[in-house]
């Protein structure tokens, strides 16, 4: 299992600095937290990691292997796999299909479908979701489709896993069961994960290092309890300006 | 009792050219449904399969369900030429398709049909030829059924339930299914959009030229550098009344613009017939555009 990280990522989008010399470090088997506000470049650092998008400078490496330059689908084969922020399941395809694509084109490489689908049954009973294997992706709700999404990358065999905001959006209650849930997985299924959020419970909760981004450029690092003290993190969160901080 | 032979004759008759229609139509709708381009050059594929029927009986003596086969095979080989040649440029590295490259597509095809019909004239001359095979007939109750027609009719629905099957139970035709709803959630399992969209192009066009010589068993006289002109209609239609991407569809579509037509023909001139089968279409596309079932 290789550590991934992105050396100084600059993304420009028509004149617009998108991500301004981001590096992390996600070493084998950790928890990174990525936050920051919306349009802070935490998608976008995603989407560069996960080979939809190219850097316009800057390198990703996963272990000693340059990955930024291949295609998405090459990188899943490396065993970097990432869910979406707004789930894309297979709409018409049953939840263990969806699942089961994912196991046969992933890392793995298991085309028999018969033996594809048993593997994603198994995952998706580590899941929790046995009662909801048959029926149409659609008819999913939001919480159980931002399950499949992880079901669908821990189905392709990855190591490192980029989770785009799957703790959003849900109550407290589902929030809970939810970070319940991924500790349980992560005992059984190794992975190092890069956690996404605008949001920073979750986060704050799994993560041993949180990356704080802000317009593009990391303004902060360190353990969770380091960041959520750190002044420009405040600052960054609260939209103080140095003059008008209260007191 | 006449009058309800000849309807029934009809209805069969209509059953079993719904059947040859629902196969040259199930290529257009492949590729419709997963690579979301209309081929407009369509007819000018099934005009090429029904020659390569013809020209494999003249030299090799080939009947047309063995020349279905030898079509088919060319297909895939003619399906990866025209993704790399026409489809390639506008969907590498998409999303989706783009409005513009759905305009580049349709008039770049629209190109490529005017080019294919006017070069088999010069290639095949204009003249009318078919293929003459006649296994025989068989004996229905009060019913003379001919041989051939029957086996085209039964080789056409293996074609299609194949491929239903193919795409349902298989490796590839997983990912051709997923690319057909997601391109980005496709390649983020790992699999290769190009090549799969390559893929299932060269499928729908191995499926159109096999159809192409399949019809030829229907228009024993019929072949011709613009018979497309005919059969890319009647196509589009078939995919829209079963509804494009609908694998099924192109079956039911098929079937029930074969009895239209054929039922049709028993109280109206041919060419009426057709025209009120193509007419067909305006109501679908206005109250049902997503196929005239769910």
Known sequence: ?247 | MVALAVILSDLLFGIMLGCVFAVVAHGLNLIWGVVKVVNIAHGEFIMLGAYGAYFLNVFGGFNPLLSAVVDGALGIFVGYAFYFSFLHRELRGKERITLRSEMVTLVSTFGLSLFMSNLAVVAFTGDFVGINWSPGTVALGFLELPLGALYVTILAVLIISTSVVFLDRTYIGNAIKAYSQDITATQLVGANPTKVASLATALGFSITMAGGALLTVWIPTGINPYMGALYAPISFVIVVLGGPGKMLGSLLGGLTLGVVIDVLQAFVPVSLAYAVAFLLLIPVLLFRPEGIVK
């Open chain 1, 1 to 247: 299992m290789p550590t991934l990280r992105t050396e100084a990522v600059s993304k420009e989008f028509g004149g617009v600095q998108a991500l301004k010399g981001v590096t992390i470090s996600l070493p084998a088997g950790s928890t990174l937290g990525l936050i920051g506000p919306n349009g802070s470049g935490k998608t976008t650092l995603l989407n560069i990691i996960a080979g939809l998008e190219k850097p316009t400078s800057g390198a990703v490496m996963l272990g000693e292997t340059r990955i930024d330059h291949l295609p998405a689908n090459a990188i899943v084969k490396l065993g970097v796999a990432k869910t979406h922020q707004i789930p894309r399941p297979f709409a018409e395809m049953t939840t263990r299909e969806n699942v089961s694509v994912a196991v046969m084109y992933g890392r793995r490489r298991i085309k028999d479908t018969k033996r594809s689908l048993n593997e994603a049954d198994r995952l998706l009973s580590l899941l929790g979701m046995d009662a909801r294997r048959d029926l149409p992706a659609s008819s999913l709700t939001v919480q159980e489709k931002k399950r499949l999404e992880l079901a669908r990358a821990l189905a392709t065999g990855a190591d490192v896993i980029l989770l785009d905001e799957v703790f959003a959006g849900l109550s407290s209650d589902e929030l809970r069961d939810s970070i319940q849930l991924f500790r349980k997985i992560r005992g059984e299924v190794g992975f190092s994960a890069l956690i996404v959020e605008h949001v920073m419970g979750a986060v704050l909760t799994l993560a041993e290092r949180v990356v704080v981004l802000e317009e593009g450029a990391k303004i902060a690092e360190g353990t969770p309890d380091e960041v959520v003290h750190n002044e420009a993190v405040i600052r960054a969160y609260l939209g103080f300006e140095e003059n008008d901080s209260p007191g």
